[in-house]
């Protein structure tokens, strides 16, 4: 296993496209995490899934951000009409709650290398 | 509001001095605190938590609940710390905070 993968890792897109981001976590990790980040700030969060099940997004999110965990695997990220303050680092992040058997959330996360976005 | 500060956006030594890397949180309950490092082309990743109590790489960080901070510290930095540090809070949900970061210089 080589870690979080995310894909593509550039994308140049015109505003008012759609573009989609997909990350491929750990594989027996069930708990996976999107994060935007822009040049001098730390990572925002954006929605986590455990599972298939998407559990807390930000109020901070626009309903033009849609995420999707299908099968409790990959999952996508899709930016429907983008605008120019889209562009930014988006990345993903993989944790476990269970370790060797025993429910053990150790809030490490675990992530990839981001998909950068930018919007011209 | 859960809030992580990172006051220095900046901070630069040199080889085999001290290093302190300050962050304050604001949350009333019982947080769980980490430091998270990106060094120059690689990913985000965990340096240390305050549940572990460990030292990573001769970095140690104290949860102090009195004053409401997570202060990152080494001794004697080194070149190899040259990095982006990141203090993250969780408290109340299972997202993590993340503050805006410190760039650590370690001059030869």
Redesign the interface.
Known sequence: DT??SQNPRHKITKRGQNVTFRCDPISEHN?L?W?RQTL??????LT?F?NEAQ??KSRLLSDRFSAERPKGSFSTLEIQRTEQGDSAMY?C?SSSTVFKGYDA??????????SRLTVL | AQRVTQPEKLLSVFKGAPVELKCNYSYSGSPELFWYVQYSRQRLQLLLRHISRESIKGFTADLNKGETSFHLKKPFAQEEDSAMYYCAFQGGSEKLVFGKGTKLTVNP
């Open positions: 870690g979080v708990r995490y994060y001098g700030q730390g990572p925002e969060f986590y455990q559990l807390e990345l992040a959330n150790t809030g490490e996360l675990f992530f990839g290398e981001g």
